[in-house]
């Protein structure tokens, strides 16, 4: 355009960052090409002195790459099947739940539903309405999975009398947990607390729990590692797709339990009941990332986010080098699609612990690997491939085993790094299950979500008040 | 370039078509910019005359959209597994055999390894030595699958013996069947006939056989089609990887055959033959596919494709407006991978009743919805991408019911046009494993191949030949 066409011609316009000049325009029929700018999150220079800080703690590169080495190194194996009492040594009268901590007071719906659901299946309480009040007058004792070597999908609710995965790093012995998977809709771990729901999780106890014992035993220990490996080039990214891990967990399990002299009748109820859910493998996944996770924590001067976990109320963030304090920020609403007449006033903000997939470096960092999961998580299959290599410019490490064919067989972009969250201002992208708001409603969702910034500043500040000083 | 800087700077040379000129060149250290041009296959005047006749015929765009109807309307269910004997009256002598009909003399190595095997598993030789003697007499009656409704994988030799899945169109009852993947490596259809080989084909027939037939029939038909679908969105593509397919499948009987009342030790070893070959499925998928391409057969004027098929010495194919008649060429050698030692000059020219699954869309077809095939049959993922988005040149829909995710959910190509393979020059691509050229070997890799194109200009001839004269 030269300077004489300027007056006589119609204005062009491109406009970045805040959209109110652009709004403006648009709103006044000017064509207006938008370019995508991303303001640095809480662009203060409390931050940036934060920044220049732990960019300069000598510590940090050595004990990145060391934090990236152990949790590389993690070979996780399904070990046992067990009651969570017992694996977890968890007493009567407390229930672990998923993401940081929480009261009864401060937990969102779904939450608060699982909870009456799990006190009126331990025997607790005699119906619904006796649970609530018995919560609410402190009968409960809530704890975090996280905080026990465990994590939990969703609300995350775990008692005594649920059966529990039990996966193990035979080079270090270290240990993780996760419960069973319920399946969809209405379920406990979704905030759901009827009849149904309860009747289910005692036959889980009765009679997929041991089964599932009984098979793995037989079995020796499961590869869990290689199954996720395998799982990334069959079209799933292991959080909120899990169609070829639940079936090639099946086939792993299903001579041993067809010999297991089991009645046939329940033999058949539980591979319904595990071919029925394409879910049922991400209660393996989470905690084959968990047991990733926590090897890579406590390293002093790390900036790798070892844990991201939300309550349903708060979305937490634990890094190795600030050992396990949690940065905690409002959890977000998923944008995404919804069951039926759900619509985005039914759901309740972004709640559990399968973010640990996304810790671990699959789930919404993989979604490149698995397009179809647009149509059950929103986005397009541009958007898929986008974020995984997005990704990339926030993490440490490319993890060798988990390989995504359509990039080339790159490996899953992996340990998220703290430092590069906030000087990209790209934060980790979750895909996730949405549960109602209201207690009991159970699942009216899934979408895309990510953690809030302020996790991630408020990490950086710890870190730089650990560093060493500048010299 | 200028005039002047034409006779002082060196010479840019921009070579298209035949590579002697630019070979030359870069023999005397000149950059030359190679320009990827296609001749058209036979740029003969006889086969532009007789595209002049096809494209004319007045019947054509009738004929092919009704044969493309008649295609995506067929629903492949699995209705039953039976013995060839009975499923397909195949009486003691007779043998199937993939590709255009063949005699002993013009046989192949793998061919001739698996009539060889056949005849000991019948009974009607006491060795191979005396199968072979037997077989070179003319002892047996050779007589392609294709002409009974029937498809087999590599050598594709069914004897009364076998077993056989049995697929129905529930609309029009048009059936279609397929032997029993045996699995990889030293296998029957692979050429190879030893006792190991002659042991699994009994077990097949005595155990394997009879429990799937139990365990459909107990189910009801299996919606083929339907697994076909989804394991397109699981990273198979339905020719060299099967293995979601092969999952779902086991997931679909595995109630039935727990419950079936066999001794659980025969189901248990079902269930480990089953889930040990990620095959498995491959021989469902074949026969859903001549279930679909029956259908578009024998349409007056269309130029569909409805049969590719090779007995490892001779390509050929089938049109709908050719009736039964074979276009044939000599088989190519794939080019791929190698399994151990095996080399190019142990492999035999392309074999098989597979390319079944490129003719209905799938397979090579499909290859962007499974990159990780590269590590099996050779190229790379680009090529993988390229390869199903050329396809789309050559073929007459796409099929709404198989969707490739990576490509936005846009289905498959389907439906080989003649005359768009000898406009563009474009071949069908087909990924296909490779058998020893030596009778017994096995396996000794996979890879890509293409149709010899003087099956595709014969075909046109015919249709020309076929067609009213040009008014």
Not at 199 to 205: A, Y
Request: charged content about 20%; glycine content about 10%; proline content about 7%.
């Amino acid at each position: 355009m030269t300077d004489s066409q300027l007056l006589s011609a119609d204005p062009a316009v491109v406009a970045t960052g805040a959209d109110l000049f652009g709004d403006a325009l648009t709103a006044q029929a000017v064509p207006v090409s938008s370019v995508d700018f991303r303001p640095p999150l809480e662009a203060e220079e409390e931050i940036d002195a934060a920044l220049v800080r732990v960019l300069a703690d000598p510590r940090r590169t050595a004990a990145n790459a060391e934090a990236v080495d152990r949790v590389l190194a993690v070979r996780p194996q399904l070990v046992d099947v067990r009651p969570a009492a017992e694996a977890l040594d968890l007493q009567p009268g407390t229930f672990f739940h998923a993401g940081p901590p929480v009261d009864w007071e401060h937990a969102s719906g779904p939450l608060r539903g699982a909870l009456i659901g799990a006190m009126v299946f331990e025997g607790l309480a005699d119906d619904p309405d006796a649970a609530e009040q018995a919560l609410a007058r402190g009968a409960a004792r809530l704890d975090p999975c996280h905080h026990h070597g465990a994590v939990g999908p969703m609300a995350g609710v775990i008692s005594p009398s649920m059966w529990v995965f039990e996966l193990a790093d035979p080079q270090t012995g270290r240990r993780s947990w996760c419960s069973l998977n319920e399946g969809l809709g209405k379920v406990l771990r979704y905030g759901a607390y009827g009849t149904e729901v309860i009747d289910r999780l005692r036959w889980m106890s009765a009679v997929l729990g041991p089964l599932l014992r009984d098979a793995v035993r037989a079995h020796g220990p499961i590869d869990i590692g290689a199954l996720i490996a395998q799982m990334l080039q069959m079209g799933d990214e292991g959080h909120n797709r899990n169609r070829s891990g639940t079936l090639m967990l099946l086939r792993a399990l299903l001579p041993e339990l067809v010999s297991s002299g089991a009645p046939s009748s329940d033999i058949a109820d539980v591979v319904r009941f595990v071919s029925g859910n394409d879910h049922f493998f991400l209660n393996l996944v989470m905690p084959a990332g968990k047991l990733m996770m926590d090897a890579g924590r406590d390293i002093a001067g790390s900036t790798m986010v070892v844990a991201m976990a939300r309550n349903g109320t708060e979305f937490g963030i634990q890094v190795s080098g600030c050992g396990d304090r949690w940065f905690t920020g409002p959890a977000q609403l998923p944008d995404g699609l919804f069951l039926g007449s759900f619509g985005p006033e039914d759901a309740n903000p972004d709640i559990g612990d399968s973010a640990i997939t996304e810790t671990c470096g699959i789930g919404g960092f993989a979604m490149a690997t698995a397009p179809a999961i647009v149509r059950f998580v929103g986005g397009d299959v541009d958007f898929a491939l986008e974020t995984s290599r997005r990704m990339y410019e926030i993490t440490l490490a490319e993890n060798p085993a988990f390989q995504l064919p359509i990039l080339d067989f790159r490996g899953t972009a992996t340990g998220i790094d703290v430092t590069r969250v906030l000087r990209t201002g790209i934060l980790p992208q979750i895909n996730t299950g949405m549960a109602g708001k209201v207690p009991g409603t159970g699942q009216v969702g899934a979408g895309l979500v990510t953690p809030p910034a302020v996790c991630f500043s408020q990490a950086l500040k710890a870190l730089a008040d650990a560093a060493p000083p500048l010299t």
